[in-house]
T-cell receptor, first 113, second 113 residues
Framework: AQSVSQHNHHVILSEAASLELGCNYS??????LFWYVQYPGQHLQLLLK??????LVKGIKGFEAEFIKSKFSFNLRKPSVQWSDTAEYFC???????????FGAGTILRVKS | EAQVTQNPRYLITVTGKKLTVTCSQN?????MSWYRQDPGLGLRQIYY???????DKGDVPEGYKVSRKEKRNFPLILESPSPNQTSLYFC????????????FGDGTRLSIL
């Protein structure tokens, strides 16, 4: 069965620090990869997605992610975080039938101002 | 405006009292899905639907039912709710193809006493 692992459940950073959130998945075939963000009290919003092509994808709000096929990874990065980036971040993978998404457990990011 | 609308947003009820959470989307999407979100577990899929009258179990279907009589609506039914179904529920929709991101509703927080 597919699974998605997010390495850290809680991350605390100061403003302007760099961010990298790890995501690994277990599926050997073609995958579609997503990062979603959930701000406190809100629904999930798409940050970025990878389907094919350039493995470095850029999303909204200065986020980017790199797909490394050999490592089954899709890590999320941001060079300089802001207080407003405080949220929970979910990595998700679609592989196989239909449009089923398998989510990681989430990483709660808190940015101190 | 493209939307996935869930109702109610909050509900406190008692064990055994049947309830329905409605979900409606205005994007003519074929695919709709229900997830529950629990701390440390991320989002887990309950049921999904590839189109009208086509539904299937996700990863945690026990205790839930769904129906898809119309394309825009995908209600979640708890016939006999129990306390372990206390959770935050999200409905999502997307086009049929697997590389299309899902649009999420605002969530329904259910408390079963």
């Amino acid at each position: 069965a597919q699974s998605v692992s997010q390495h850290n459940h809680h991350v605390i950073l100061s403003e302007a620090a760099s961010l990298e959130l790890g995501c690994n998945y277990s599926y050997g075939g073609t995958v579609n990869l997503f990062w979603y963000v959930q701000y406190p009290g809100q629904h999930l919003q798409l940050l970025l997605k990878y389907f094919s092509g350039d493995p470095l994808v850029k999303g909204i709000k200065g986020f980017e992610a790199e797909f490394i096929k050999s490592k089954f990874s899709f890590n999320l990065r941001k060079p300089s975080v802001q207080w407003s980036d405080t949220a929970e971040y979910f990595c998700a993978v679609n592989a196989g039938y239909g449009n089923k998404l398998v989510f990681g457990a989430g990483t709660i990011l808190r940015v101190k101002s | 405006e493209a939307q996935v609308t869930q109702n109610p947003r909050y509900l406190i009820t008692v064990t055994g009292k049947k309830l329905t959470v409605t979900c409606s989307q205005n994007m003519n999407h074929e695919y709709m899905s229900w997830y529950r979100q629990d701390p440390g577990l991320g989002l887990r899929q309950i049921y999904y639907s590839m189109n009208v009258e086509v539904t299937d179990k996700g990863d945690v279907p026990e205790g839930y039912k769904v129906s898809r009589k119309e394309k825009r609506n995908f209600p979640l039914i708890l016939e006999s709710p129990s306390p372990n179904q206390t959770s935050l529920y999200f409905c999502a929709s997307s086009g049929r193809v697997g590389n299309q991101p899902q649009h999420f509703g605002d969530g329904t927080r259910l408390s079963i006493l």
